[in-house]
């Protein structure tokens, strides 16, 4: 599944509460989980995550424009008023060409005035070429046939001053260990995105629980195996984040996973308007108010 170079690597949680943790007394419990909600955050505001992210946009085929005035086709805060022109060529091929080369760099060093940019490939494992300005730093990104930008500041506010989350009190109930439904033959989950596209993701069954009498079911994507739950509730739009929220859970053992919502995370969509999330499947649309975990992000800004 194409996936934005950010969403890929930032936005995951490892599970941090071992599957002993039902004997732990509801202290040490919510302590674990203050820990996980920590680290969470500490994650979010490394060096070059999407914190840092200033500018993005798809590229046109053709020239884009690209500088910190507000002409341009890629407004870029920390950029020269005008930096030169993203143009795409029709085989995928991005260059740069620049206004003026004095005090921009390319992976480190001096600017020519043309510049041919790497993206980080269609796997996500080539480094994409890093164009310097100032503290604040341009690449460009791939996503099938679409070339993108991205800009990324690591002194920008929302990485510097992060407010945080607000979250729904722990509760140990939201602690639950499901039942895993193996199918016999992988399904397919279409796996739909704010920008529109769609993909199909094998996935090789389900997680069954039960709340309050009644039985639900989530499908989970394998994650280098772990599963990856993308789920919205009845607290959608209101409570939590109208597209999805994201679950995280360690490989089924024994005909059980262990879900734990009190870990449930906003994507990085709600957090950056700088990143592409997918939204949550009708599978898996739970029609109960899932009150546990993050909240909708209010620090944002959009």
């Not at 599957?19 to 419990?29: G, V």
């Not at 505001?45 to 507000?70: E, H, I, R």
């Not at 993701?201 to 309050?212: C, E, L, M, N, S």
């Amino acid at each position: 599944m194409a996936r934005i170079t950010e969403w890929c690597a930032v936005a995951a949680l490892m599970l941090l509460l071992p599957l002993s943790a039902p004997a732990a007394t509801p202290e040490h419990y919510s302590a674990a989980v203050a820990r996980a909600r920590i680290e969470r955050v500490e994650q979010l505001k490394q060096v070059d995550g999407y914190l840092a992210l200033t500018a993005s946009g798809w590229l046109q085929p053709g020239a884009n424009s690209v500088g910190s005035a507000a002409d341009n086709r890629f407004e870029v805060p920390g950029a020269p008023a005008h930096l030169g022109t993203l143009q795409l060529a029709a085989d995928g091929q991005v260059s740069l060409h620049l206004a003026e080369t004095r005090g921009i760099t390319v992976d480190g060093q001096p600017a020519a005035a043309v510049n041919v940019l790497r993206t980080q490939g269609p796997d996500g494992k080539q480094q994409p070429t890093r164009v310097g300005f100032g503290s604040s730093y341009l690449y460009v990104i791939e996503n099938g046939t679409q070339r993108g930008l991205r800009a990324k500041n690591n002194a920008a506010p929302l990485r510097t001053h992060f407010p945080g989350f607000d979250y729904f009190p722990i509760d140990p109930s939201w602690r639950i260990e499901a039942d895993w439904v193996p199918f016999p033959t992988p399904h397919m989950l279409k796996i739909a995105y704010v920008t529109g596209t769609v993909s199909d993701t094998p996935i090789a069954g389900k997680a069954v629980f039960r709340r309050d009498g009644h039985t639900y079911e989530l499908l989970p994507i394998d994650e280098d195996g772990r599963l990856f739950f993308v789920f919205s509730d009845r607290t959608a739009g209101k409570l939590t984040y109208g597209g999805a929220r994201f679950l995280y859970a360690a490989a089924p053992k024994n005909g059980k996973v262990l879900l734990d919502f009190n870990l449930a995370e906003n994507p990085p969509c709600a957090i950056t308007p700088h990143v592409v999330c997918p939204l949550a499947p009708p599978e898996n649309r739970l029609k109960l108010p899932v009150t546990a975990g993050e909240m909708k992000f209010l620090g944002g800004g959009h």
